[in-house]
């Protein structure tokens, strides 16, 4: 805040409670008992409803009063009075890091504990999966869904189709350093809009058996085994994903299909070591294969 505005509020806010310690005072000294109002200064209403210019009750003033030193203790205390911080030198960020280092000493404990545990042993450990729940829910339900299914882009992680593997150590890697699926823009590659027509055919033909007679055949071969295997089942150092499952991360529709081959694709997974740590990391790993396996039932 610029120290104009800053001076422009403690003006303003000294001033205002100057008004309103007056204004008690001013109406303080008109203090006067029944006897002294004089008949004339009274407004009298249907014959005998008298409005008269009573001060304010005692008690009531009280409260006013001791609004007003709080609001003055206060402002000496806390931060309100422009740029002035305030005595206890409070702020919001100190109190979030003070309950963030709270939290830390209460849960660190336990999540180290969990995080020197093998993925098996967390997997049978009630409390552990319910912390992976809730972590599942705070850092990973946004992208991958509540029910972890996934949505068009974001993979399921609980049909047992992977694209890096659904080991626990390869799910904590992705969890840890992200990852990131590079499939290039083909479509100038492989011709004209009939060639391109013919792979998408081909593409959803896969899941049947590879017709290795069909011309599209050969340009698999040429453009796309090197990342998606020579029989398409895909390769999970690489993350390009299986052909030949009824698995699809972008869906199976011919234009999905197109539009990946044409434009490329790039799913991003963040990585989520510098946020959420070790501990946490492996504790999820675990309950995300956990995921896995009863999706794989
Ligand atoms: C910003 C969105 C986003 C968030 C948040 C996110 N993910 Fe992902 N995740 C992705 C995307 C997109 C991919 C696929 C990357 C690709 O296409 O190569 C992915 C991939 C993965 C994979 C690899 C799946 C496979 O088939 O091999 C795992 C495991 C995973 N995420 C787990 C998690 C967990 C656990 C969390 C929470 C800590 C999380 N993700 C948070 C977007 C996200
Ligand atoms: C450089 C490696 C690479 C090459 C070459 C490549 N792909 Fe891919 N492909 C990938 C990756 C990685 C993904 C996953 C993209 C993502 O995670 O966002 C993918 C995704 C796809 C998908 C989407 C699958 C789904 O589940 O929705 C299709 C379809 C596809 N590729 C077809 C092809 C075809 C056809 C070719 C050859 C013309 C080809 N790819 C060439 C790496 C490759």
């Not at 310690?21 to 002294?36: C, E, G, M, P, Y």
């Not at 009075?81 to 890091?97: H, S």
């Not at 295997?229 to 299986?242: E, I, T, V």
């Not at 044409?262 to 070790?278: D, F, K, S, Y």
């Amino acid at each position: 805040m610029s120290s104009a505005w800053s001076w422009y509020i403690i003006i303003g806010t000294v001033l205002t409670m100057l008004a309103c310690f007056w204004l008690i005072v001013w109406t303080n000294r008109q203090r006067q008992s029944d006897a002294d109002i004089k008949e004339s200064e009274s407004h009298v209403w249907d014959e005998n409803i008298r409005e008269l210019n009573n001060p304010l009750p005692m008690w009531w003033l009280g409260l006013y009063v001791i609004s007003i030193v709080f609001s003055v203790g206060y402002l000496v205390v806390y931060p309100g009075l422009g740029n002035f911080e305030g005595t206890a030198a409070w702020t919001q960020e100190g109190q979030y890091e003070r309950e963030v280092q709270r939290a830390e000493e209460r849960y660190g404990p336990i999540f180290a504990r969990y995080g020197s545990m093998a993925a098996h042993e967390l997997i049978g450990d009630p409390q552990a999966m319910r912390i992976g729940q809730s972590l599942y829910a705070n850092y990973c339900a946004q992208c991958h869904g509540s029910t972890a299914q996934g949505a068009r882009g974001f993979p399921n992680l609980t049909d047992g189709a992977w694209l890096y593997g659904g080991s626990p150590e390869a799910i904590e890697l992705s969890i840890l350093n992200g990852r990131m699926g590079i499939m290039p823009a083909l479509g100038a590659a492989l011709g004209g809009e009939s060639e391109i027509d013919a792979m998408v055919a081909y593409v959803q033909s896969l899941p049947d058996g590879q017709d290795t007679a069909s011309p599209a055949h050969m340009k698999f071969v040429t453009f796309c085994s090197a990342c998606h295997g020579a029989d398409g089942r895909g390769n999970q150092a690489l993350g390009a994903p299986s052909l030949v499952d009824d698995n699809w991360l972008y869906g199976s529709s011919a234009a999905e299909i197109r539009k990946g081959i044409v434009e490329g694709r790039n799913g991003v997974m963040p990585a989520h070591e510098a946020l959420i740590g070790r501990d946490r990391a492996r504790i999820l790993s675990a309950y995300v294969y956990g995921l896995g396996q009863s999706g794989a039932e």
